[in-house]
């Protein structure tokens, strides 16, 4: 294939949207700098800015054969890819600007082939990085400090064996690398405070300064939640008050531990600059990207602990990557060996025999998942619900649907109307109203502080409006198109205007703002303290200069542990938040590290079935269904809903390869 033969391919995949802009542009790119490249290698790196975008780390060449059946390639596409294959292998063409792994040398082609995996090399080297980071951890043992089991049984005086945030907290302890992972309500937190409590303790015996523990999280929301979570927790931790006092409660976001630098991909802290810490806590681990993960284990210290809390099922990053689902892929069977069941059953009493496979790897003997919900108990319709998705079984999904439950709700054949009416009522049942929207807007409305109450009450009136606004999310799956959250955001406010919920947003000096309009965050402002995915409520105040005027203020929960609910309130200017979108319909990715008291989830609607989107997967659903507390609701067809949870997401990465006991050659 010549060069304009590729280029005409290449618009023709632009048009229908097999390609991005940005990604013909990468090959236009290639093109230019080598004009001697095979027009074969340009459509592959084309195919492999496109894979980075769907969160691949690479693109495996052996899977091509599965990607143009799953993707209803065109003929065009079969024959590049055919033309590559020389006999049961393929073969790229060479080129300066392709470099393969088995040299040794450093590399400054822009693409790595490695095996059968092709990387752009930034990501070659982040993945390389990250699985030498954490096999360098992972096979450093540490000696049990005395009184070790003493400790960890006053920690856990009722557990009854096994119990895995005991087993958890004590295999966390053992080494420099721990990862603890788990469904909504096991307890994560609970474990990671008493682990903490543990170290310090242990700790503070031998040396006269005690650990330098930092907490951190992927986005300012979990942060916050993180934040409140242990500072309840730290009040009933059974250690000294030296140890309690040396657990932080405060919880930062990856980017301000890390210092990040604005417009830059760089942060101040890395290898020559070092964390100054001893042991760090990332909690949603499942929101972290390689890159992210690549930066911190750049930045910590050769003998620091590093600590992972995760729901291994839920969504994985935005960015390239599914770092926790690599780490904990064989999580649920536990691939324990001998030598670790008889240390946890000398070291807690408790007994994981069941869980030794012939095949463990020292990776498998850091994780630990908890198998336990204290949230979702054996009668509630959501765990059991999360529990059908995340299996596969979609008879049993679909029939806890159909079956009623006061936890469940579910409208197969829901409309633009019944939508609406979920989202503003939280039902659309007049019997059974559990609240939506309107609870939240008229709940403003009723408890909105006289004017002259002063800046107290209106801080008190904020944090309430807040909370209310939290009882209720209506969560969608794309972010465009006609089922996405761009397009409902437009639809729920236009509904909340004619019902006068909401004014109409043409306050003059902040056009498109109003009052009750949630907000959320799209990008990192180090100026304000805010966050990317932080959640604001705009509301109406007096000016503070008595004359009896409004101004519109924007209202954050952001974590601060002076707080006795390890959170503060900060009031900004519309005018100062350019990155923010309107609230009322989230996806589900932006939902991460959030929980909702009813949660409502939209499935694109396909009339005849013929269209699913591949965006839809069992993670999105399951990760949906568990933001919620009490309530989810769903809409969407039992044809939808199947074929969702028949959808297993799987991102292609080289680092569960890499962190086995042989992994690939650097």
């Keep these: 294939m010549r060069h304009e033969h ?28 080598d004009a001697q490249i095979a027009p074969a290698l340009l459509w592959l ?76 090399r930034r990501y070659w080297n982040h993945e390389r990085n990250v699985a030498q980071g954490i096999l360098d951890r992972v096979t450093r043992d540490e000696a049990p400090a005395a009184h070790f089991a003493d400790e960890l049984a006053r920690l856990f005086p009722d557990a009854t064996s096994p119990d895995w945030q005991r087993i958890a907290c004590a295999l966390a302890a053992r080494g420099a690398f721990g990862v603890i992972t788990g469904g909504p309500g096991t307890g994560k937190t609970t474990t990671v405070v008493r682990l903490l409590g543990l170290l310090q303790t242990l700790h503070l015996r031998g040396h006269a300064q005690p650990l330098r ?6 986005t300012g929301k979990a942060a916050a939640r993180l934040n409140a979570s242990i500072s309840g927790q730290l009040e009933r931790l059974a250690v ?53 993960l690549a930066a911190v284990l750049d930045a910590l210290p050769a003998s620091a602990r590093l600590i992972l809390l995760g729901d291994k099922d ?43 496979q012939t095949d463990a790897q020292p990776l498998d003997q850091r994780i630990a998942m908890l198998r336990e919900s204290h949230r979702f108990g054996a009668t509630s319709g959501i765990g059991r619900l999360a529990q059908a998705v995340n299996t596969g079984d979609a008879r049993a999904a679909l029939a806890l649907l159909q079956t009623p439950a006061p936890d469940l709700a579910w409208e197969p054949h829901g409309d633009a109307g019944t939508l609406t009416t979920l989202a503003i009522d939280g039902s659309v049942s007049p019997h059974d109203n559990v609240g939506g929207y309107r609870h939240y807007l008229e709940w403003l409305s009723a408890h909105r502080p006289a004017a002259h109450a002063g800046e107290a009450a209106h801080a008190d009136w904020a944090r309430g409006v807040l909370q209310a606004f939290n009882r209720f999310q ?102 100062r938040l350019s990155d923010a979108e309107t609230a009322w319909a989230l996806t589900v990715h932006k939902s991460q590290g959030s929980e ?20 839809l997967g069992r993670e999105l659903l399951y990760t949906a269904i568990t933001r919620a507390r009490r309530r989810f609701s769903l809409v969407g067809s039992a044809a939808i809903v199947e074929q969702t949870i028949a959808r297993r997401t799987q991102r292609h990465s080289g680092l569960a390869a890499r962190l086995a006991p042989h992994p690939a050659a650097p």
Excluded: K
């Excluded at 060449?61 to 003929?75: G, H, I």
């Excluded at 523990?213 to 992927?218: D, G, H």
């Excluded at 437009?490 to 009750?516: K, S, T, V």
């Design 6 to 33: 590729l280029s005409a391919l290449l618009d023709r995949a632009l048009e229908q949207q097999r390609l991005r802009p940005l990604d013909v542009a990468f090959a236009h790119f290639l093109a230019e700098r």
């Design 45 to 120: 790196a084309a195919m492999l800015s496109r894979q980075l975008a769907d969160g691949h780390l690479c693109l495996d060449l052996e899977l091509l054969p599965s990607l143009a059946q799953e993707q209803d390639w065109p003929e065009d596409w079969r024959v590049l890819a055919d033309a590559l294959r020389d006999g049961d292998t393929m073969h790229l063409p060479a080129s300066p600007l392709l470099a393969a792994t088995s040299n040794g040398t450093p590399i400054d082609a822009p693409l790595v082939l490695d095996g059968t995996r092709l990387y752009l």
């Design 213 to 218: 523990i930092r907490l951190a999280a992927p």
């Design 240 to 292: 000294d008050d030296a140890a309690r006092a040396a657990i932080p409660a405060e919880v930062l976001t990856l980017h301000r531990l890390l210092g990040a630098r604005p417009d830059t991909r760089r942060y101040r802290h890395d290898r020559r600059n070092p964390l100054h810490l001893d042991v760090l806590v990332i909690d949603e681990a499942s929101m972290v990207d390689l890159e992210m």
């Design 314 to 356: 839920q969504l994985s990053s935005v960015e390239a990557g599914a770092v926790l689902g690599d780490l904990c892929r064989r999580a649920e069977a536990g691939h324990y060996d001998d030598a670790t069941v008889q240390w946890i059953a000398n070291t807690t009493g408790d007994d994981i025999a069941a869980f030794v």
């Design 474 to 575: 209506l969560l969608c799956a794309l972010r465009r198109g006609p089922h996405g959250a761009e397009g409902l955001n437009r639809q729920l406010a236009a509904a909340l205007r004619a019902r006068g919920l909401i004014d109409g947003g043409h306050a003059l000096d902040n056009p498109g703002w109003y009052e009750g309009r949630p907000v959320l965050l799209t990008r990192n402002d180090y100026s304000l303290g805010l966050m990317n995915g932080d959640v604001g409520v705009c509301l109406r105040l007096p000016v503070a200069d008595g004359s009896g005027g409004t101004r519109l203020a924007v209202a954050f929960l952001a974590a601060d542990t002076n707080h006795e609910d390890g959170t503060r309130l900060r009031f900004v200017s519309p005018s």
């Design 596 to 615: 909702f008291e009813h949660a409502a989830l939209l499935l694109p609607h396909d009339p005849d079935g013929s269209a699913f989107n591949s965006m």
